[in-house]
Each structure stands twice: as C-alpha cells, then as structure tokens.
C-alpha cells in the first residue's frame, strides 16, 4: 500500500516544480499539498494528516560534520534540505536564528551509557518551544503575503499554549485561541497561557485535553468558522511543528563522544509528536537502534506494540498531564513513517508504561543517586530508558528531558521535599492576573464564544 501511495504522489509532483518540497494526506495519496497550505491547512479535509511526499536524506558525510555542531546550524542545515525550494538561504538563516536562541545540551548521568537531552531551554520550559517557534516564524514569512489575519486554534494538556503563546505573541497578523482543560494543568503553565494577553486569547474549557482537541478538530471542519476566520492550527498534528523536532536528536549524537555506542532514544510520549519527529530523523538516516516509547497510565501505543491491536481510551489523569492522552494524535503518522508494518514498528519501537508512584520513586531515586532534578514525564522517559537497558546492555541511552521541574513546581518540590529552583522567566508570571474565557466542552459553546470575538 505504502509504495503504490508514494508512486502516485511522485507521479503528481511532476506537475509542480520539482525542487519544491510537497505533502500528502494519509487519507488519500492523491491529496498533494505545497509547504504553505501544509503549514496553514495543518489537517487535510479528509481527517488524515499530512506527510511528506519525500523525506530527504542526508547529504553524504553529513554525520561526521556533526561533532561540534549547534543546534542551531543544525537547524540551518536540515531547514534547508527540507525548504529549499520554499525559502531563500536568508530566509532560512533568519528564521533559525529568532526561533531558536538557545541549545538542547545533553547531560550525563553515567559515562557512555546513560544520558538526559535537555529539551527545556526556551522561553516557555519545555521542548513544545521547539516546534512552535518554528511554524511562528514559518508563518510569520508567509502571512506576510496574505491580506487575512490567521486565526490559530490550539488545544492543550499544558506545555503546547505556552509555548505557542509566547512564539506567536506579538507577530503581526496572526491571532492565537488556546483551549486548555479545566484544572488539569499546572498553575505556572496555566499563566504561561493566559497572563500574555494581545493577540492570545485562553479559553478555559469543562473537560479534558481530549475534549479541548476534538473542539478544536470540529472547528476546522465548521463551515461558518471557516467563512469567518482564516483558521489554523499549531497542535502537534502541524507537520511544521514535528520537522524542527528532529533537530534535536541529531543535535543529541553531535554532543556524543565519537566512539559512542549505538544510540537508543526515550521519549516521554503523550500524542506522540516528538516520537514521530525522532523516526523521521531515523528516516532522514540518523543512526539509531532503537525508540522508547515510554508512557504513563495512558497506554494505548505500548498495548499496542505489544498486542497488535491498537484500542483509543478515555484519558486519565496523571502525575505527567501533558502525556494525559488517550487517542494520540499522531500514532497513524508513526506507524506511516515505519511502512504501516507492525512487524517494523516493533522492531524499532519499544514501549513501557508507569504508574504515578513508580514516576514519584523515580523522581526521587534520580536526585539520591545522580543528583539530577527530573520533571514526572522526564522521569518516566528515563524509567522507559532503564527498561530497555534492563535487558540491552551495550548501548548508549538517551532519554529526553521534555520540561523544567520547576514548571511542575508544587508537585516536585513535595515528592523530593525541597524547593525546586524556579527560573526567573518563570518566578515573574506567578503575580501575573490570568484571563481566560470559560466555556463547556460542547461544540456549540465553543462556537459562539469564538463567533463574539470575530
Ligand atoms: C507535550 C509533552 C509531552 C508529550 O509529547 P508528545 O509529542 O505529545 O508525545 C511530554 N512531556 C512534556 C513535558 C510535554 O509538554
């Protein structure tokens, strides 16, 4: 299926110009998109979710450059592989250089075998800055050209409207609407998203996260919004946003001792975005022996790899609510990436879930032995790495930290009993007086409130 769908989007491509990079739909081969309606459509009509029509491939000796690399010319490098037809090298040094002013350092637990990659360095703490600074400043060089304001609608378990509402606050046309669930995120992350203000309106919805993107799933669909607003998204389904995450993973090995062993990678997983972005890295020829997918109580993906069968649940609340997922937006597009063949995916994907109190124990074991402080959804990437390494021994483990503890303040500094230190871009939201719209989680309610502020 997967080789006939990839033929007929090439034959397509001949008809567009062939340096430009396009995308398709995995409803329907035949849907092929450019770059810019990929990056503003974020969904296809058709529900499916859009991939890349070819995956570029590193430029031969690419990896030995990488020692020494940041993750900023990285990001120039492989930017340009992916846009070259779209942008112009300034443009792609320009946009690198506004969205990414920081690195993802890799810090060592134990020499050559256990590793955390610090994705937490942004304005907003968490490793969401990544991706959504970049579609920020995609869009921003492309709304340029556009007479509408663009109306973004993002849903989130918590680190997503943060770090959407600081890479989009401010950037001349385009208007940001955040969906958050109701008492399911953290006080620090709920200010992050509703103390900015300007163009970024929170709506504070009755339900869960998975409430908040189905709202936002219907909108795109809506007739009457779409007449209304230029509408578009910057959730993880925005294959914008899943691209720059793979920067990281090279940016990772670029930090190894040349003599590593193979490379096995722990993603903290919730809708599976970040996961999808280190396969597509595999997939670009990064070396990697294998994925952790490593979960909280919402398993579905590790049931998955492990029966074969793949059953949606309602989500649960947990310790590491921004993995609080019980239908993971992108698990179509990893299995795409891998061929669609389970026997692929469970070759190069192991998952592991966790309890909370396994992730409390973890937390606290880490600072005891490593004096490492670990935020829940980074402790639980490690305990899917000690998992894996439990039984694999000779390889060098690499789990993503995917936020600072501190935006998880209360929680952590109680389980270790002792103050996390909190940022100072951080500390200062705290007096910060939150605005946030509140609604049900109904459709109809969510359509109005947004009708009234057209
Ligand atoms: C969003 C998030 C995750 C889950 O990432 P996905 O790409 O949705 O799998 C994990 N940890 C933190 C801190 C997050 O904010």
């Not at 006080?187 to 509703?194: S, W």
């Amino acid at each position: 299926m997967v080789c006939c769908n990839r033929l007929f989007a090439r034959n397509l491509r001949a008809l567009l110009p062939d340096y430009a990079m396009t995308f398709y739909s995995t409803n329907d081969a035949t849907n092929v998109v450019s770059v810019q309606e990929a990056l503003f459509n974020s969904m296809p009509q058709d529900r499916g979710l859009y991939m890349p029509s070819a995956i570029p491939a590193l430029p031969a000796g690419y990896l030995n450059s990488l020692p020494g690399k940041s993750f900023a010319d990285i990001a120039y490098d492989l930017t340009k592989l992916w846009l070259t037809g779209d942008l112009t090298d300034a443009q792609v040094a320009q946009l690198v250089e506004q969205a990414f002013p920081f690195d993802t350092p890799l810090v060592e637990l134990e020499a050559g075998r256990k590793y955390v990659l610090e994705l937490f360095h942004g304005p907003s703490l968490a490793f969401k800055d990544v991706g959504a600074r970049f579609m920020a400043g995609l869009m921003s060089i492309f709304s340029a050209s556009y007479d509408k304001e663009v109306h973004i609608l993002v849903a989130t378990s918590g680190d997503t409207g943060g770090a959407v509402a600081m890479g989009f606050h401010n950037v001349p046309g385009v208007r940001v609407s955040i969906l958050y669930p109701k008492g399911r995120v953290s006080l620090l992350q709920e200010k992050q998203l509703t103390t900015l203000g300007g163009n970024v309106q929170a709506f504070e919805v009755d339900g869960s996260f998975d409430d908040c993107q189905a709202l936002v799933k219907t909108a795109f669909l809506d007739q009457e919004l779409n007449q209304t607003f230029a509408l578009s998204s910057a959730n993880s389904i925005n294959i914008f946003r899943l691209i720059p995450q793979s920067f990281y993973y090279f940016r990772a090995l670029a930090q190894l001792a040349p003599n590593h062993k193979p490379v096995v990678f722990s993603t903290p997983s919730g809708n599976f975005g970040n996961l999808s972005a280190g396969v597509l890295g595999w997939r670009m020829g990064l070396p990697v022996e294998a994925f952790v997918a490593a979960t909280n109580l919402n398993k579905v993906v590790p049931d998955y790899l492990s029966s074969g069968t793949y059953e949606p649940m309602a989500s649960l609340a947990t310790l590491s609510n921004a993995m609080d997922v019980g239908n993971p937006s992108n698990f179509s597009r990893l299995k795409r990436l891998l061929g669609d063949d389970y026997a692929s995916i469970t070759d190069r994907i192991k998952g592991y879930y966790f309890t909370d109190d396994q992730t409390i124990d973890e937390i606290k074991r880490l600072r005891d032995v490593y004096n490492y402080v670990a935020c829940p959804h980074t402790a639980v990437g490690l305990l899917g790495l000690e998992s894996y390494q439990h039984f694999a021994v000779d390889n060098c483990g690499i789990a993503l930290a995917t936020a600072h503890p501190a935006k998880f303040s209360p929680a952590v500094d109680e389980i270790l009993g002792q103050a996390v230190d909190v940022p100072e871009r951080l500390a200062i939201l705290a007096n910060r007086t939150k605005q946030a719209i509140a609604i049900p989680g109904t459709f109809e309610a969510f359509k109005e409130s947004l009708l009234q502020t057209a």
